[in-house]
């Protein structure tokens, strides 16, 4: 890993890393570091990422109901106090930052008025959202971050790579973030809905409809900033290539906003003349 500082972070992901092997889950061994350079020595997962995995036929729904059990594991976990503490949580001042980014960048003028309402009811819909149990959130897993290891057993058959930026926050972030990769064709709802429900059979106490509001909130949230950042991307970087994606966020923005009570943010949206 060659990640040098001031812009990268090899302190943080060993400290994710730590905390993370405590549970173990499948993380990639760290040999040696060196954080004044930004280097690390880690474990090679070896080339089966989840994509290449897919791509050479492997079952999909045995995959991603290995790596969603990897995250049940997760979630079930306790992690003390004084190991955690290092980790930030994923609060309210992040979350309007985030959302934020499709106000810089995305082609569209809006009303000083209008910026005010969207942060407004962002942070509404933030301080209104279900009280769903809190866990390490790792924030990037999607099929580029994760290996398929058939070799070993259990919830360890998937790899993690790339937790960084882990915070604290709701159990349901990381499932959207795998179950609606951009990067990936839509999965069917049905299917979704089929992973999810074996998720919940493990956690009997969260009642399905608060999980699927918090799923919605924060997968329209996570869109939302995917998409300025996209736009960013492309007009700031030259990235062209990632125009080809925002389609499928715009679709996804969509469901996550018409699929959960976020009435407001969704006229705000079609006020702006940006969804019908």
């Known amino acids: 890993m060659d990640a040098p500082p001031p812009g990268e972070g090899t302190p943080q992901f060993e400290k994710v890393a730590t905390l993370l092997k405590s549970t173990k889950l499948s993380i990639p061994e760290i040999y040696a570091v060196d954080h004044t350079h930004g280097f690390l020595l880690l474990e090679d997962f070896g080339d089966l990422t989840y994509r290449q995995a897919l791509q050479q036929g ?97 919830f360890q058959r998937c790899g993690f790579i790339d937790f960084q930026d882990a915070s604290w926050g709701p159990l349901s972030y990381d499932l959207v973030s795998v179950l609606e990769d951009i990067r990936r064709d839509d999965l069917p709802p049905s299917f979704i809905h089929t992973i999810i429900e074996g998720y919940l059979k493990i956690f009997p106490a969260i009642p399905p409809e608060e999980f699927w509001d918090s799923y919605f909130l924060w997968g ?48 705000w949206f079609k006020a702006q003349g940006i969804l019908t």
């Open 220 to 267: 329209a949230q996570r869109t939302t900033r995917i998409i300025g950042t996209f736009y960013r991307l492309v007009k700031r970087d030259g990235r062209e290539l990632d125009r080809a994606y925002l389609p499928r966020l715009w679709r996804l923005l969509y469901r996550h906003l018409t699929s959960s009570p976020l009435k407001g943010l969704s006229a």
């Open 58 to 154: 492997e079952d999909e729904p045995t995959l991603y109901k290995e790596v969603v059990m990897s995250l049940a594991h997760l979630h079930e976990q306790s992690f003390p106090k004084d190991k955690a503490g290092d980790i930030p949580t994923y609060g309210l001042e992040l979350f309007l930052e985030k959302v934020n980014l499709f106000l810089e960048w995305a082609p569209f003028s809006f009303s000083k008025t209008a910026k005010q309402d969207f942060l407004g009811l962002w942070e509404e819909a933030y301080n209104n959202q279900p009280t769903l149990p809190q866990s390490l959130m790792l924030r990037d897993v999607m099929v580029n971050n994760l290996f398929w290891l058939p070799e070993r057993k259990e």
